[in-house]
């Protein structure tokens, strides 16, 4: 993959923010060791970020400013996946009182759009806007079973096949043999292949019959996503808001 111009500015300004969300707040003297660089160069970073409001200081702790609310609004308005799915997405939830999701795809990774819990769900990490590699789930493998060789093999170069957990597949052939059997299928199994103990039906959203726009899930404990309702239930019941949701998009 070719080299592309960065912007170092630019780099550490991302950097910057990334760094203050994921602490929630931090004071310059902490950015500085995080980012490790100088205290006078994060400082002015700060500065400039706070007078163009993308930044409040409470006391000595900057924090992620409001505005960010306007570019998050602005990104929900055009995720028209997301709107259209949220109705069968909630109804996953109840009726089989798990974690229902839908994932997206943004620079070949998935990106989480929407989730609901139903009744017994457990408390998982994934949350919308979280963004995970594309083969370590089933909504990523779903994704996957619809692209093209080429754009299969563009995700795995851009962004290799690391391992989350023991269950994970880190193999290019392997990945392949297990995208056949998705599309064979009809649906996406993950066996514990992102979180341990979790298990996933997945089914790719192909409106125009081509390329995927996203994927939905239904996820849960392996003590209770077993037998006949993971093997047949789910994957019937995630099909159908898959249809379901397909059609609206298409019509939209």
Not at 51 to 65: A, C, F, G, P, W
Not at 190 to 200: L, W
Not at 227 to 236: A, R, V
């Amino acid at each position: 993959m070719a080299q592309k111009s960065r912007i170092k500015s630019a780099e550490t300004t991302l950097q910057i923010l990334e760094t203050i969300r994921e602490l929630d707040g931090a004071g310059v003297g902490e950015l500085s060791a995080e980012l490790d660089r100088p205290t006078s160069t994060v400082h002015n970073y700060l500065q400039t970020l706070e007078q163009n409001e993308y930044l409040v200081k409470e006391d000595d702790t900057y924090r992620i400013s409001l505005r960010f609310l306007a570019v998050g609004k602005h990104i929900e308005d055009r995720l028209t996946i997301r709107d259209i799915a949220m109705p069968e997405i909630d109804e996953l939830a109840a009726q089989t009182g798990e974690l229902a999701s839908v994932l997206v795809e943004e620079h070949n990774k998935g990106i989480y759009a929407y989730l609901q819990s139903g009744d017994n769900a457990l408390y998982l990490d994934a949350h919308p806007g979280m963004r995970t590699y594309l083969h370590q789930t089933g909504l990523g493998k779903a994704m996957l079973s619809a692209f093209d060789e080429e754009r299969v093999d563009a995700v795995i170069d851009d962004h290799g096949l690391p391992s989350a957990t023991s269950n994970t597949i880190t193999g290019r052939d392997e990945l392949k043999e297990e995208l056949a059997e998705i599309r064979e299928r009809g649906y996406a199994i993950d066996r514990g292949e992102r979180v341990s103990g979790i298990r996933c039906v997945a089914v790719p959203i192909t409106p125009s019959g081509d390329d995927p726009c996203g994927a939905i899930s239904v996820s849960g404990p392996r003590s209770r996503v077993k037998g006949e309702f993971f093997e047949e239930e789910l994957p019937q019941l995630v099909q159908e808001a898959a249809d379901i949701i397909e059609i609206n998009l298409r019509f939209s």
